[in-house]
């Protein structure tokens, strides 16, 4: 548990691009954080993040430690692109501080499993936003989930046509390795439990705008033996989904479904039931939320690093069967993920968390 002062928490962000300005923006809108310092490589992009967000008093830098000691920063907040993930929040955690990481966690599952045994290591909290939790209408599909008995099979439909540019259209694998980790995450969450193996496909239609693969179709078992299909695409015009997807839950006691937008609804024992919504934060709002209220109660949030695994498991596995042709095995990816990750790690300390939670994977397993 982070010692924390009664008034807002201090917050130096690391990244002032296009998500780091929806942060920005979060941060300035909680009663709880104040953000003291913005570090980008580019000054330029961090002063004129600011000026557009029309706030003042903020120290902006490109180190994260000298920005972090000269604001006298609480926590850091990361808003990098996935490859900085790991040396920005390992960076952080040595220095003492607390990180809420943008996701994914890290490109790899084995660069995930280093920063989470740092955090380990250096006693400090990271948790990765998975803010599609936070959503109230996925909440309440988890409560109906709930009520519907011993689940055979859950199915998530997403269709977009967003035209990006940049980075996104030159990705090998778009969809699954940028998008698909939201839907993945919600589905454990909705699901309560996690993934065990997984059948993948990728492909590009003839009028995609995207370098690589921009649409697939994954089939997961889950444990307990209930199956998990995902659909989606994202060069799909007309008729677009939310961004939540389209979800169906069938159980033995009825079905539940969410059209990604507002409430759920369920047919349980042949009665409709309705879910009302909470009025708990969504979104990034929320994973800020979730971040403090873990780090004042000392309570493990969903999302830390360590329990994200699972969700980052399941892209690097979806997309090794897509690339094979062959149903992959969730544990399989978890050990060749510790076998590259104690190649890589040079801290001794670190290492020996990685090996400890290698051999408990092992007698799991």
């Known amino acids: 548990m982070t010692e924390l002062g009664d008034g807002p928490v201090r917050v130096v962000q690391v990244g002032a691009g296009e998500m780091g300005r929806a942060w920005i923006a979060a941060l300035a809108a909680s009663d709880e954080a104040e953000l003291v310092g913005l570090v980008d490589l580019d000054v330029t992009v ?8 029309e706030i003042e008093d903020v120290h902006v830098g490109t180190s994260l430690t000298e920005v972090a000691h000269a604001t006298g920063a609480d926590v850091v907040v990361n808003v990098t692109v996935p490859i900085a993930h790991l040396p920005v929040n390992v960076e952080a955690l040595a220095a003492g501080y607390p990180v809420l990481c943008e996701k994914p ?28 939790r936070c959503v109230g209408g996925l909440r309440a599909l988890r409560d109906q989930t709930r009520r519907l008995g011993d689940i055979g099979a859950a199915a998530t439909e997403f269709f977009r046509a967003p035209h990006f540019g940049g980075f996104r259209e030159e990705m090998e694998h778009a969809l699954l390795v940028d998008m698909a980790i939201h839907h993945f995450d919600a589905a454990r969450f909705v699901l309560e439990r996690d993934p065990v193996a997984v059948y993948a496909e990728e492909y590009n239609p003839s009028w995609s705008w995207y370098r690589g693969d ?34 169906r839950v069938s159980g033995a006691d009825g079905a539940a479904e969410w059209d990604g937008d507002g409430a759920p609804s369920a047919e349980i024992r042949g009665l409709a039931a309705e879910q009302e919504l909470d009025t708990a ?23 830390d690093a360590r329990a994200n695994i699972a969700s980052l498991a399941m892209v690097e596995a ?35 968390v990685l090996e400890s939670w290698r051999a408990e994977a092992d007698a799991e397993g």
């Not at 961090?46 to 967000?53: K, N, P, R, T």
């Not at 920063?115 to 599609?132: C, F, P, T």
């Open 318 to 352: 979806a997309v090794r069967s897509a690339s094979t042709g062959r149903r992959v095995r969730l544990d399989a990816v978890l050990q060749d993920a510790y076998a590259t990750a104690l190649v890589d790690e040079q801290d001794g300390a670190v290492r020996a």
């Open 105 to 132: 966690a890290a490109p790899t599952v084995s660069d995930a499993l280093r920063q989470a045994a740092a955090a380990e290591v250096h006693g400090r909290l990271l948790m990765i936003s998975q803010s599609r």
């Open 214 to 247: 921009a649409n697939a179709t994954a089939i997961f078992e889950f444990e307990g033996g209930a199956r998990y299909t995902y659909s989606g695409s994202w060069c799909a015009p007309g008729r677009e989904t939310s961004w939540n997807g389209r979800w």
């Open 46 to 53: 961090a002063h004129e993040a600011l000026a557009d967000a």
């Open 281 to 303: 934060p969504e979104d990034i709002d929320g994973a800020l939320a979730d971040f403090l209220a873990a780090l004042r109660t000392g309570e493990r949030p969903e999302t």
